[in-house]
Every structure is written in C-alpha cells, then in structure tokens.
C-alpha cells in the first residue's frame, strides 16, 4: 500500500477507535544531561520501541481486554514493521494503518535524566494524516473516539470539530488528551473542547489551555466546558474536576512504597488508558482513578511506554 486507506474497514464495532501519532521511540536513560562541544557521556540503558501517545495507550486498552483499532501513518521501514508487529502484539487492530512507501516512519528522541526527560521529535509520515481519512462509514465502528496527540496532528486540528460532530450524533463518546503543543497555539484546541466527555490534560496542558496560574483554578475553569475533566499531576496524584466540584486523589502509598522509577515515558498514555477502559466499564470515579493509577505506575518500571504495562484486567478495581 502507498499511503492509501484500505479498501474496506473491519466489520466488528470496537470499543474505542483512535487516531494515532504512530512514532519510533528511540530512550536513552543516564545519570547525566547530554552536552555539545562532542561532549562523550556514558548512559545506563536504551531502548527501541513503540511510541506515540496513542499507540501507547492503545496497546494498554487492549492488554486489558478492551478491544480498539487504530488509524494512523507509518512508513514502509523497519521502524514502521515494528510498531506494526508490537501493536498486533497487544491484540490491537492494525488494519486501518496507512504503509507509504518512500517515506520516513516517525521518530521520536527521549532523554531520561535524574527524574526528567527531554523529547525530540521528527513527525515524518505522521504530517501525511490529512481530514479525507475520516469517512462516513467510521463513525458507526466504535462506541467511543480517543483523540491523543492533537497537537502533532496538524493536519487534523481544524477537522477534529466537525468530525466529533458527526460522532456524536451518533452516540460516540469521546475523550482527548493533547500532550504538549510545540507551536504555543493552545487555543487551537479551544473548539473542541465543548464537545469532549473526558478531558486528561497534565497539570502544565491545563494551565496552558486555560491560561491559569494554580491547578484548582484550571481544572475549574476547564469543567464549565467540558463535563469531566481529570488533570494529571505525576508523583502527586490526580484531581478531578465536574459541576463546579473538585476531588484530589493522591497516589495511594501502596502503589509507591518500593517504586522504583525507571523512565517516564508513556504514563499519562497508561493512565488514560486505565481511566478510560474502566469509565467504560461503567466503574465509580475512585475505581477509575485508582486503575489509572495502577496503569500509570506498572508502567513506570521499564524503559518505554509498553515494556511494563499492565496485561490482565484482573489486576484493576473494577
């Protein structure tokens, strides 16, 4: 295939569709922070692997027993055959998946240091995801609609409006996480957010997108637009925002007594991952938080987004 949609979609009706930001993750963890001047520094560890935000959380929607199938854009390369193999792996639905030959599979640089992480970022033939990918026939594939990744969609930021309009009408529920947007546009998100059910910003995206200074005040601001909004905030735990109410949850101790953090890299996927196949579920707002938690933290162990995620529903409060 050459950058064309398949010609049929599957038939099965999924629990959750995405639009992904397919990406090679290339992590490097060390003790110490790169330098210039062919500074040679010696690292700990690396890995190769699957990344993107929501092919991360994708492959921990599925290992959970959850059932999604992606589109998205990979090129025809090594990078683009595995990140192929490692969704089938988790038992996600790779068929919507765009190959173009010719061009570069996306790739992104993390550099984890002393608890923190710079990223690299070249987008590739993620640039190539373009509105024409979302066709009437979508809209009736899936019970809901993640949207992850918003802002390195580019070519989509405009569409996304009318297309949960469409989703919508039909029943579709729909969630967004929007990582990081490099440009410092926020308000380009700013239309969307009406018609999101589950809003999963960082505390630094919320602040962002709401133009506020503390967390209170973003996430209360942020919930008299959007219904629920959960506002992550890492070693600190989450906090949950609807109807004018807020509910702080800190990370319950017995999930971090012997933690031993190995690479940031994909928690905030995770925990989306576990809040949202848990919301679904139909799980009260603890048992959601508390599963995302558990996502989040297994996740923590190993370098990478998917090396450590969790794999059996089993281990979550349902």
Known sequence: MNGNMPVSSPTFRFDILAMADLCFDIIISGPDAPQF??????????????????GIFACQFAKLGGTIALLGNVGKDIPGQIIIDRLKGAGVETSLISVYDGEKTAM????????????????????????????????????????????????????????????KAQGVSISLDTN?????????????????????????????????KNITEAGLFLAEVCPLVVIKMGEQGAMVFKQGNENYYPLPASLTAALHIVDTTGA?????????????????????????????????????????QIVNKTDLKL
């Open 108 to 167: 992104g640089l993390n550099l984890f240091c002393k608890g923190d992480r710079a990223m690299l970022t070249c987008l590739g033939v993620m640039d190539q995801s373009i509105p024409a990918i979302f066709s009437a026939a979508l809209s009736h594939k899936a019970k809901h609609w993640h949207i992850g990744g918003y802002f390195l969609l580019r070519e989509l930021i405009h569409t996304w409006p009318v297309w949960v309009q469409t989703l």
């Open 180 to 212: 990081w947007d490099p440009s410092g546009k926020w308000e380009n998100v700013y239309a969307l957010l009406p018609m999101i059910d589950i809003f999963l910003p960082n505390e630094a995206e919320a602040m962002a997108i709401s133009g506020k």
């Open 268 to 308: 905030g996927d995770n925990f989306d991952a576990g809040f949202i196949f848990s919301w679904l579920s139909g799980a009260a707002e603890s048992s959601c938080i508390e599963n995302a938690f558990r996502c989040a933290v297994s996740s923590l162990t190993g370098l990478g987004g998917i090396a450590k």
């Open 37 to 54: 001047n062919q500074v040679e520094l010696l690292v700990d560890d690396y890995i190769i692997d699957l990344g993107g935000s929501v």
